[in-house]
């Protein structure tokens, strides 16, 4: 007996190594340690160590003269004693002081700083020879966030912060617009939403979208506000000093759209005194009649995230992959109908600020086609707040932040899962976050999505999940020895065989990989690349290579795994006609296909009876 357990814990050790060093692995190919990179920031411990003849100097001062809502601003950087682990952090609001501490927060010291900064840069990526001169240009981009700038020059590196020196304030002109449209299907097929960030409340000004098909008259529609306070947060960073106020989101409905047709869109606030301030001009093509057949392309992907393209906050360390896989998707939008960005949608993690970065990252995307969004660990989970899984992932934010930030047609805000149609499509998309075992609430709606679908009309089923519920060969899953979400497919792959769930799709785990048509642990088809005929099990596909950093998969080879790859990346279907669908897998560095394969089939093979599969029959005639 005490061999035996010898021989475990050497085990055990020799795992701990495995994944020590896989991990460490993973990380200098690709970059990144999964930490959000301003919770490194020691801020709390700020002190001044003010020099007079240290300075900052940002300009342009005045920003988005020609209605631009990013800009590029030069900092002028002049240290008498430059160090190596100086640092510039750009704040926003400007006063940074106590003036913005909640009043219970006694801090014991100057400068009472009581909000991280947005954004930060290491003084000597401005320059090569800023520890020799102390001089140095630092070029950091800004988006509008309804409030003013200032820059500030730390010294003792992120634990120990010694502010040495401020800048001038540097504003938008506008710095109130409504900014960053993103799109999503409404309820019903024939609807479109448009949620939108502005710093006007209700009071100041209404909300409302001019829109119509394009080149006809144009009608408005009248939009809701809704915001959150630091007390809707359920934890530190968010409560503390990840809060920012969030401005004001609205949400119109443009309502009876025409299927397949071209319209246009602007953002509207008329003020109290009847002038009005407009967005600049979008467009869309509506969703096809449920059914439809025409040429319909889905694009699927989760754990993007968000990267500053002027290489501060570590760029490339913490989401290295996030700004090629949007500028590959804005590259190709003018083929893509529809996009699914299946949860650990920023990774703000508690960091306020950061979802306007994020929504300024994708506008391009998400205020032209519709962007669907699920519910990730990132977005969710606080110790009790009656997530499923109890860590702080989230950073505090518990949901508030995904659930008013973005609209999804769900029943219910705080319970993230929903079904949505485009045209020969059907989506059920489910939230990992809550309870999905079979009597929970959330297994009742996936029976009912699934068993809803008329598949003569909508041939193509398609579930969609955050936590890999299916199979994924990841390393953590196959420490695990589940190589699943623990509990994921005991209650749900009898909803998948029964009611023929073409393909499933996850994200969480960091890379790609597909499996084989499979029911049960057992491949049902020897097909790899082109499947026709009977639909007998459901393809698995992990899709979580958006663009943080990579997750590893495990030594063991799984004898279900047809294709992996250890890279960023997102999936393109393409469904031709009611009989013939494309799945690709793009890579996000290149924009090239590596894996795809091909469905072709016909009604009559969708009601073919197979195992678990099949209606009851009776010897009546």
Sequence with gaps: MEGSSFLSLKVALVLVFLLHFTVAHSHNKHGGDGVQPLSKIQIHRAVYELHENASLKAYPALLGMKGEDSEWVTVKVDSPHPSGDDWLAVFSPANFNSSICPSAD??????????????????????????????????LQLINQR???????????????KLVAVSNAVSFVNPKAPLYPRLAQGKQWDEMTVTWTSGYNIDEAVPFVEWGLKGEAQTRSPAGTLTFTRESMCGPPARTVG??????IHTSFLKDLWPNSLYTYKLGHRSSNGS???????????????????????????????????????????QPGSLNTTDQLIKDLHNIDIVFHIGDITY???????W?????????????????????NHERDTPGTGSFYDGNDSGGECGVLAETMF?????????????TDYGMFHFCVADTEHDWREGSEQYKFIEKCLASVDRQKQPWLIFIAHRVLGYSSDLFYGLDGSFEEPMGRESLQKLWQKYKVDIAFYGHVHNYERICPIYQNQCVNTEKSHYSGTVN??????????????????????????????DFGFVKLTAFNHSSLLMEYKKSSDGNVYDSFTISRDYRDVLACVHDGCEPTTLAT
């Design 276 to 318: 009005y301030i407009w967005s600049k001009s979008y467009s869309f093509k509506s969703s096809p009649y449920p059914g439809q057949d025409s040429l319909q392309r889905v694009v699927i992907f989760g754990d993007m995230g968000k990267a500053e393209r002027d290489g501060s906050n570590e760029y490339s360390n913490y």
């Design 407 to 419: 609209y999804v047609p769900a029943e219910n805000r705080a319970k993230f899962w929903y079904s």
């Design 348 to 354: 703000a993690n508690g960091y306020i600020s950061q």
């Design 356 to 376: 306007d970065q994020f929504t300024s990252q994708v506008e391009p995307i998400a205020s032209t086609i519709p962007y669907m969004i699920a519910s990730g």
């Design 106 to 139: 006694s801090r014991q010291q100057a400068p009472y700083i009581c909000s991280a900064p947005i954004k930060y840069m290491f003084a000597n990526d401005s320059s090569a020879d800023y520890t020799k001169t102390g001089k140095g240009f630092f070029k």
């Design 537 to 566: 099990g459901t393809i698995h596909i992990v899709v979580g290579g958006g663009g943080s950093h990579l997750s590893e998969f495990s030594q063991v080879q799984t004898s279900w795994s047809l294709y992996k790859d250890y």
């Design 147 to 161: 409030e003013d700038f200032s820059f500030a020059l730390f010294s003792g590196g992120l634990s120990n912060p």
């Design 243 to 248: 809060w920012r106020e969030p401005g004001f």
